[in-house]
Structures are given as C-alpha cells and as structure tokens.
C-alpha cells in the first residue's frame, strides 16, 4: 500500500485527483498507475486501469490470476468491473469512497456471489494515509476555486 500511496502522490503532483494502484505478482510488483483522468482526458485513465494494463502485459495474459491489488481508494464501477473481468482474486485498499465506491460503499462488486468470480476484499490499509491525502487535495482545491472566484469578482468590477 505504501507503493500504491506513491503512485497516488504522482497524480497529485499533477493536480488530479491521489488515487494509486498497484499489482503484486509473486511478491514483485508487474503493475502500477496513478489517476491522470484531467491529464489525458480520458474516462478510463483511472489508476486501476493502467496497472491492470500494464500487469497484463508483463504477465503475457488478460488474466491477473495470481495477483493482489492495492488501491488507494475503494475502486470505482468501472474498476471494480475490470478487477473481476482480469480475475483478479485479492483487493486490498485503503479508505472507502462513500458516494462512489463499488467494492461495498454503493455496490458490491467484488464480492457479489451472483456474478462468476469475486475477489477476496481487505479494507482500511493505511487508511489514514490514504484519506489523508484525499482531504489535503480537495481542501486546496477548495481554496484555489475560492481565491479564483475572488480574482473574477474583482475583474468583473474594476475601479
Ligand atoms: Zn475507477
């Protein structure tokens, strides 16, 4: 998780939104990605998608039998979907995404027992951390919107 989280700082030095991923094959790593949703403008750049992707290509399989991956933040519809399609058996992650999530915030993905694989889950790893950066990124943003909307205002009505 502690790769993960450095990929996750990736995208916020990027100004997108710390979210990483990574996959562990026989206790090496095979995949990592970072959110570059903003950078490459593109739906499907989510952290998850471009670790499967390039786990993918260093195992010479779609799929990720044998893997773990550790997300930052509880995955969304989109990769808690690619995690099944890959067959991937292990997801670990972080802190959970209330408003968003589908590894049991809003959905249940991974586990849904009527689907033909699921994945075993652990929860609330380096949670703290996780969050932690999550809160810091979109306090700034908060605070940059503000200043933004003030510099507006101003120009709006000069003296
Ligand atoms: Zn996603």
């Known amino acids: 998780m502690k790769e993960a989280l450095k990929q996750a700082k990736k995208a916020y030095s990027l100004g997108e939104v710390p979210i990483g991923c990574v996959i562990v094959h026989e ?7 970072y959110n570059r949703r903003n950078t490459d403008k593109s739906t499907l750049a989510h952290a998850e998608i471009t670790a499967i ?3 993918s290509k260093v195992i010479g399989d ?6 773990t991956i550790y997300i ?6 989109m990769c808690a979907g690619a995690i099944i399609q890959a067959r991937i058996p292990e997801v670990v992650m972080g802190c959970m995404n209330p ?3 589908c590894g049991g915030s809003v ?4 586990e849904n027992p009527q689907f033909n694989h699921q994945a075993a889950v652990t929860r ?25 909307k003030e510099q507006r205002k101003t120009a709006d009505f000069p003296k």
Do not use: D, H, M
């Open 124 to 148: 609330g790893i380096l949670e703290e951390e996780c969050s932690g950066l999550l809160t810091l990124f979109f306090a700034e943003l908060r605070e940059r919107n503000k200043l933004e």
């Open 107 to 110: 959905l249940n993905i991974l």
């Open 99 to 101: 408003k968003a999530g």
């Open 62 to 67: 779609w799929r990720l039998e044998e893997c």
């Open 27 to 33: 206790g090496k790593i095979i995949g990592r990605g």
């Open 53 to 55: 992707r390039k786990a």
């Open 72 to 77: 930052t933040l509880e995955p969304c519809q």
